[in-house]
């Protein structure tokens, strides 16, 4: 069974830092190309950064330079660090694994991150 674990979301200042985990089970996270989106309140889901088995990435305009993916396959797990956070920031944010595009998606649950003062 699938199961993708999110972790390190917690409530921080604009400026701020946090890094956030996604730790698979069930599958062997090497192979599988990694998401991470996320969710306001009251707006859709939105994509934030991916990182594909070959290690490739990609940003969100919105989050270009400030956000950086990673993994660590040896753990099963991919980081996003996040760094200089606005306000717009906040949101529960979403990992997801696909083993090739079009594949069948498994969704984390979700972390928490909020960005106040």
């Known amino acids: 069974q ?23 089970s069930g599958v062997t996270a090497s192979g599988y190309d990694m998401d991470w989106n996320r969710q306001a309140p009251g707006k859709q ?31 099963n797990t991919v980081y996003l660090q996040m760094n200089n956070l606005k306000f717009d920031d906040t949101g529960v944010y979403y990992c997801s694994a696909r083993a090739y595009p079009g594949a069948q998606v498994y969704w984390g649950q979700g972390t928490q991150v909020t960005v106040s003062s």
């Open 2 to 24: 699938v199961r993708i674990v999110e972790s390190g979301g917690d409530l921080v200042q604009p400026g701020g830092s946090l890094r956030l985990s996604c730790t698979a």
């Open 45 to 75: 889901r939105e994509f934030v950064a991916f990182i594909t088995n070959g290690n490739r990435t990609g940003y969100a305009d919105s989050v270009k330079g400030r956000f950086a993916v990673s993994r660590d396959n040896t753990k």
